[in-house]
Every structure is written in structure tokens, then in C-alpha cells.
């Protein structure tokens, strides 16, 4: 009998959950084309990923509504609770996500037509791994898997990694080449957009952790305690 | 919900290794609690799992009930209620009993709020007015019924009916409120009223409510017991208990996986 008494809930918190895929879906493609309109110089795609921007903050505000609607009509308790609190969370990282998908094709806009400082190697090993990181975060989070959230979390690392050795190059650069300055920019903001999307999945991690076991936990800690440059 | 900034430890009741038989049934099993002054506690649980027994041991309302059997002890301010030679009747005007289904006696409203204090000896007749009203105003019924205090008390709606039998309760100067499923036979403001009222009341008494409401655990209670199969599974702080409770029995039992 156990399953029919909470049908009701179950059904929304898999609606919840399939629309929290697709919302994945969208970021996954905007990072993936904001990569290729970045290396294509492709101007029209870069519009077309700002745009399509809209269709993840609508995402955010239904599912938003949806747990709403589950606190108020469920009174979800105990674990489904603190899903329904985490997603209402992941949601804004999200969002924001999307935010920076869409922001590298914004500096593919104001690029013009400005040839690459140099050729892209570093900022694509940084778009695959954010894609990753986002992939395994929502399947650690509807499995409840701690040990994957860790790990997911120790993968940012290598994303600010990453993104100290493209800040340090392009540095490098324009102390060489002072003309650089305005194209090294361009790409240190891709790389910037990146890094944050690590720290993004990071909060999710945590709140893996959070639906797991109910306890807050910073996974964000920098080696340095400074963070670098991050 | 009421957050508990600070954890009250001011034990009124104190139950040690309590085992509680109807003949050969076991009903209640090791159950070891502690009820805090002055707090709100919750026992929720399925049908039949023991919390309605459990909340008649308190004042011994289970005695009149043949072939049972009490194991362990049961402190009342660090006194063994069932110890032999306890009066009784002194007992259940310390822990007063408030029962599912409203239950004022066929006599006025005056007199049902009058008749403990008149069985107990208590106060010449003004003295007792006083009472009454007092009491009714604690249940804030007087500005109700203070012009027809002669009025059948079956007359008032069921929630009135109820908020009487409380103020009854109360007119002896109990220490102690037990309350079986209070608003299980209340229209929802009428629930509200009863919830409102125990919030207030929780200043000056001790309250165990049993209630199959989850929700209405959640919304009233300081701090929260799950029975079931006539054991006390989990025993916490309410906020904690519906957010992160500790056993996977509880998690099912709230989450509506099991029951």
C-alpha cells in the first residue's frame, strides 16, 4: 500500500525531476554552442543561444512553482522536503548556468569581427568538463549519491585549474603585447564564465549532500583558502 | 511550529522501561521517555500502535480496564504513580484528559466547568463563579457563553463543546493536559482554535496530545514520538523529527512510504 498513499507526490516529484533534465538539456546545448559560435565566430548562433537563454529562466520559474505547489498541497516531509528545498536551490545555479552559456556568446558579439587572440585549447577542455560536471550532478542528486557528489566537487579543482593556466597565459601575453590586451580579455571572460559554472555544480554537490544526510556542507573550499584568482 | 532556541531539559514526567499488557498482548514494549515541562509533546503513529495506551498510563486511565498488566515506572515529578496507595483521584486532577470526541456531561455549561471544583470541595459559590469564568476565559469561551451559562452544554457546537471539556479540565488546577485526538471531530478553524489555545496553555501546563494529524504534530508540538508496534521508534525535537529524522522507520513512517 505504501506507494498509492503518496502517489500523488511522487507524480510531481517526478515531473519536477524531468523537467529539471530538460533544463540540464538546455544548458548542455548553450554550452556546447556557445563553445562553437565562439570558435566558428559565429555571430548568428551567438544570438541564438542568448535567446534561447529565455526558454531556461522559464524552466526555472515553473519548476520554482511546481515545488510550491507540492509544499503546499503534500506537506512534504523529512527527505522528500529537503529535495523539494534543494531544488528550489539548484534551479537559481542553474539559471545562472544558462547565464554564462549565454555570456560567452555575448563576448562572441562584442568580438565583432576580431580575429582569436590564439587558438582555442584550454577554454574547450573547460566546456566538456562543465558539461560532465553538470550531467553528473543532477543524476548524483536524484540518486542521493554522496560519494559521486565528492567527487563531482574535486572535479572543480581541475576546472580552476584550467582556468589559472588560461589567466596566467593570457597574462603573459598581454604584459608581451600590450595591443593584445582587448582580444585576451575577450577569452579571459569565457574562461571566467566557465569557472563559475564549475562553482555552480559545486552548489549542487552540496546539496546532494544536504538531501542525503540534512547537513550544510561548503565543498567550495580553494586549497588557499584565497581561491586564486577565482 | 515552535523552534526551540535553546533545549528545555525539565522533565515532569519520566518513564522508565515501560511494558503495558491487555492479558497476553504486549502493547507497549521498553518504552523510556521524557516528557518536559511546559512543552508541547507529540505521539503520532499508525492505528493500534500503542500511543493512545501509552498516553492512558499517564494518568492511569487504563486501570478500569481488566487483565492489564504495568511493567517499569512512570515518575511524576520523580514520584511513582503506580506505586501502591497513590490517590487516584488526585492523580487524574493533576493530569487532566481531554478525549477525541467532545464529552460535557447533560448538565449547563456553568456546571459543567463547576462540577470538578464542586467535587473536590473547592470555594463557596462566588468563589466558584470565578472559576468558572476564569476557566472559560483561559479557553476563550466566556465571551461566548457568558450570557448563557445556563444553557445545555450540548448546545454549543462541537467545537465549543470542546473547548468546554478543556476549560472543564482546567477549572481543578490540573498540571498536566493529556489530549486524545482533541480535534479529530473539529471542522478546521475549530481545529485552529484548539491549536491557538494550546500554544497559550503550554506557558502554565505540560500537554501530550496524541493525534493522527502529522501535520498538526508538525504545526503544534515542541517535540515529537513515533510509535509503532508498541514501541517508541524515535523521540526528538519536532523541527528535527519532520526534517531530518534519525531512524529509516520514521523517515517511511512521515514520508508515507509505511503505514
Known sequence: ?230 | MPMMSEINHNPKIIVRDLNFYYGLFKALSDISIEIQACEITALIGPSGCGKSTFLRCLNRMNDTIPGIMVEGKILLDGEDIYRDGIDLALLRQRVGMVFQKPNPFPKSIFDNVAYGPRVLGRGKKHEIEELVEESLRKVSLWEEVKDSLNKDAFELSLGEQQRLCLARVLAVYPEIILMDEPCSALDPIATLKIEDLMQELKKNYTIVIVTHNMQQAARVSDRTGLFWLGELVEFGRTDQLFTRPREERTEDYITGRLG
Request: negative net charge; proline residues 3%.
Open chain 1, 1 to 230: 500500500m505504501g506507494s498509492s498513499l503518496r502517489a500523488t507526490l511522487d507524480r510531481g516529484l517526478n515531473e519536477i525531476q524531468e523537467n529539471l533534465v530538460r533544463m540540464r538539456e538546455l544548458i548542455d546545448r548553450a554550452l556546447s554552442q556557445s563553445l562553437k559560435s565562439l570558435s566558428d565566430r559565429d555571430i548568428a548562433l551567438a544570438h541564438q543561444v542568448i535567446d534561447e537563454d529565455e526558454n531556461i529562466n522559464d524552466l526555472r520559474y515553473k519548476i520554482e512553482e511546481e515545488c510550491l505547489a507540492l509544499i503546499a498541497t503534500q506537506q512534504p516531509t523529512a527527505s522528500d522536503l529537503r529535495m523539494i528545498m534543494a531544488i528550489m536551490s539548484v534551479v537559481v545555479d542553474l539559471e545562472r548556468m544558462g547565464d554564462y552559456a549565454a555570456g560567452i556568446s555575448k563576448t562572441v558579439l562584442r568580438m565583432g569581427d576580431e580575429p582569436l587572440l590564439k587558438p582555442l585549447i584550454d577554454i574547450p577542455k573547460m566546456v566538456e568538463l562543465a558539461r560532465e560536471m553538470l550531467r553528473d550532478s543532477l543524476g548524483a542528486l536524484f540518486d542521493h549519491d554522496v560519494p559521486r557528489a565528492r567527487e563531482i566537487a574535486a572535479r572543480d579543482d581541475e576546472m580552476d585549474h584550467l582556468y589559472q593556466a588560461i589567466f596566467d597565459e593570457l597574462v603573459e601575453i598581454m604584459a608581451h603585447k600590450p595591443d593584445s590586451v582587448h582580444r585576451a580579455t575577450y577569452l579571459l571572460w569565457c574562461a571566467h564564465n566557465l569557472e563559475r559554472i564549475g562553482d555552480r555544480v559545486t552548489n549542487i554537490a552540496e546539496r546532494v549532500i544536504f538531501v542525503s544526510t540534512g547537513d550544510f556542507k561548503d565543498l567550495n573550499i580553494k586549497e588557499d583558502g584565497i581561491g586564486g584568482i577565482n
